[in-house]
């Protein structure tokens, strides 16, 4: 069975700090890994996905295999970065829907 | 707007009721999705529809129901409805069958009392 797990529900930083919002994920199968995130007022859409391998406003993730994670990081966080996020995996290449993970809660703190 | 349109946006209504709602796709979206957001849950998936068929189901309960129209807007029946069952019900659609960016709507929120 496929999962995800965003193990924070809420994540506070200062604005310049660095940031990191976990996903693990549990699949027998080759994965495909998105994040999501849904800002005030605004609909969720999509941040980015591991096989496009770039940045979106600041924002990397890596797929780690090994240790079944796609954290989202950033270097330097901004105010306008709060958000809700969301992990979600699927099958790679495949017809399944997304799975999501609960979501972190992104707070940041002027 | 031709984004994913949901109505209603907010829904209030009674234990043993039924529901509808209403999902409009982005204009040339093919496939519509739905999620359930229960309160400290994530989006849990219920089903997809492409070009008017069942394409895969998550775990929806025998209670809820679906359907895609030829016109590609889709209904989402919620009957015999529990306290439970008060959630977000979003709708996302997609071009085609496999696209992992979905488009998602505002949801309707449905609350059971």
């Known amino acids: 069975a496929q999962r995800v797990t965003q193990p924070e529900k809420l994540l506070s930083v200062f604005k310049g700090a660095p940031v990191e919002l976990k996903c693990n994920y549990s699949?027998?199968?080759?994965?495909?890994l998105f994040w999501y995130v849904q800002y005030s007022r605004q609909r969720l859409q999509l941040l980015l996905r591991h096989i496009s391998r770039e940045s979106i406003k600041g924002f990397t993730a890596d797929l780690n295999k090994g240790e079944t994670s796609f954290h989202l990081k950033k270097p330097f966080a901004q105010e306008e970065d709060s958000a809700m996020y969301y992990c979600?995996?699927?099958?790679?290449?495949?017809?399944?829907?997304?799975?999501f993970g609960k979501g972190t809660r992104l707070s940041v703190i002027a | 707007d031709s984004g994913v349109t949901q109505t209603p946006k907010h829904l209030i209504t009674a234990t043993g009721q039924r529901v509808t709602l209403r999902c409009s796709p982005r204009s040339g979206d093919l496939s519509v999705y739905w999620y359930q957001q229960s309160l400290d849950q994530g989006l849990q998936f219920l089903i997809q529809y492409y070009n008017g068929e069942e394409r895969a189901k998550g775990n929806i309960l025998e209670r809820f129901s679906a359907q895609q129209f030829p016109d590609l807007h889709s209904e989402l029946n919620l009957s015999s409805l529990e306290l439970g069952d008060s959630a977000l019900y979003f709708c996302a659609s997609t071009p085609g069958l496999a696209s992992g960016e979905l488009f998602f709507g505002e949801g309707s929120r449905l609350t059971v009392l």
């Open positions: 699949y027998s199968g080759s994965p495909e």
């Open positions: 979600a995996l699927r099958s790679f290449g495949g017809n399944t829907p997304l799975v």
